[in-house]
């Protein structure tokens, strides 16, 4: 199966989280948009600018530029000091939002991730859940970032750093020639600034210039790196997205319709489709949810959310499917043309934690050894092989893809 990969890279992380994190707390200033920078101590003179707004990079002021030197390119400059406490805050945010789409999730850094979406989409594309969470980034959090949609980590990579701020690029292997070959040889990843003076006095000056470059004569020169950064010229990476496995605050997923639908009856179909792919992954972390939330969106960009209270935690895909069915009765007007639909759980609890009372437990053991019964053929024979006879229909919508786990 062809890889799906997303890189989501914070557009100027330190400030922009000082930003929002001032904004949450009463300031009337957004100081994204005056001169304003992350850095030391002005009365010291010491300390170097690790971040900056716009207002600030059009004085001069360049990353890692010293106070001193800031103050003299930008007289009304204003200087706020670093506190990776609310650094972290809002990466652990960003990861939790981002952990609703796919389990395997690479902290590449604090702030950038790579997603591996493979067997997540539901058919949806992989540009189409790049741009949601760029949208859901800044709604819901409040800053922007850049997303690279690509077939590896490499790609990903070099396609979230294409023009920003806040944009979606894509790079797959038919756009290599177009997109990245005409960089500047500096601008290929993982190339150090040792080597660029190197390749020069190669006449190796721009990313395509190296991919077009004799593979022996570069590992002959630079040893196993010249044939790395050979590879990487030509898009070549298989590496995988190293990630750690850790239980999130929700579950959700939603999909983008390739059509829009305006039938109760469709809908319906399709929220099934979506509680049965997060009660799959809600079982797999051993979590039982407390509240259930659907989300729609028009034709006209619309959206619309209802969520309600279980009677008693459940990671049940009937007991999690009648709640959302009926919380979509209750939001949808008939014949309004829907383009998205949602369905989260929130409020999780480790299974292990729950007191469940014996009448309860006896009724809900045999929904229970059915979800698991489902859960384990899907593991087997993959995720989409197996399906409820309640939503035979709406696959010919959705065509929901493996998950070989």
């Known amino acids: 199966m062809e890889r799906q990969i997303l890189h989501v890279d914070v557009n100027n992380a330190f400030l922009s989280w000082t930003a929002v994190d001032m904004l949450k707390k009463g300031s009337t200033i957004d100081i994204r948009q005056i001169p304003a920078v992350i850095g030391g101590d002005e009365n010291r003179r010491s300390g170097i600018v690790l971040a900056k707004s716009m207002k600030a990079k059009e004085c001069g002021i360049k990353t890692a530029d010293t106070i001193y030197q800031s103050r003299i390119k930008c007289p009304n400059l204003k200087i706020y000091p670093s506190n990776f406490s609310i650094y972290r805050e809002y990466s652990n945010k960003l990861y939790q939002l981002l952990l609703e789409y796919t389990d395997k999730i690479e902290r590449f850094s604090i702030d950038e991730c790579f997603l591996d979406m493979t067997g997540y989409l539901m058919k949806d594309t992989l540009l189409n859940k790049a741009k949601e969470i760029s949208k859901r980034v800044k709604e819901e959090l409040g800053f922007t970032v850049n997303v690279g949609v690509a077939h590896n980590k490499l790609l990903a990579k070099m ?6 701020p806040d944009r979606v690029h894509t790079l797959f292997e038919e756009e290599i020639q177009t997109k990245m070959w005409p960089l500047p040889i500096s601008e290929l990843f993982m190339l150090g600034k040792r080597t660029v003076p190197k390749l020069y006095n190669m006449q190796i000056k721009t990313i395509g210039d190296l991919a077009k470059a004799d593979v022996k004569m570069l590992n002959k020169k ?12 030509n898009g070549i990476d298989n590496s995988e997205v ?6 999130p605050k929700g579950v959700g997923n939603s999909i983008t319709l390739p059509e829009n639908i305006n039938g109760i009856e469709r ?8 509680t049965e792919q997060v009660t799959y992954r809600l079982r797999r972390y051993d979590l039982f949810a407390n509240t259930v939330s659907v989300q729609l969106r028009t034709k006209d960009f619309e959206d619309k959310s209802h969520q309600a209270k279980l009677l008693m935690p459940t990671s049940s895909t009937k007991e999690i499917y009648t709640k959302a069915k009926q919380l979509l009765t209750e939001m ?21 934690s729950i007191q469940i009372s014996f009448f309860e437990n006896e ?3 045999k929904q229970e050894q059915l979800d698991k019964a489902i859960d384990e053929l899907k593991n087997k024979y993959g995720y989409s092989k197996i399906t409820r006879a309640g939503k035979m229909n709406t696959d010919k919508l959705l065509f929901l893809k493996d998950i070989k786990k």
């Open 242 to 247: 190293a990630y750690i496995q850790e239980k």
């Open 332 to 352: 949808y007007k008939e014949k309004t043309p829907i383009r998205l639909v949602g369905v989260r759980v929130d409020n999780l609890e480790e299974k292990d």
């Open 222 to 233: 630079f040893g196993k790196h010249g044939i790395m950064m050979w590879e990487y010229a």
């Open 267 to 274: 809908l319906e179909e399709i929220v099934l489709a979506l």
């Open 363 to 365: 009724k809900s053991k």
């Open 159 to 164: 396609a979230s750093d294409f023009t920003k």
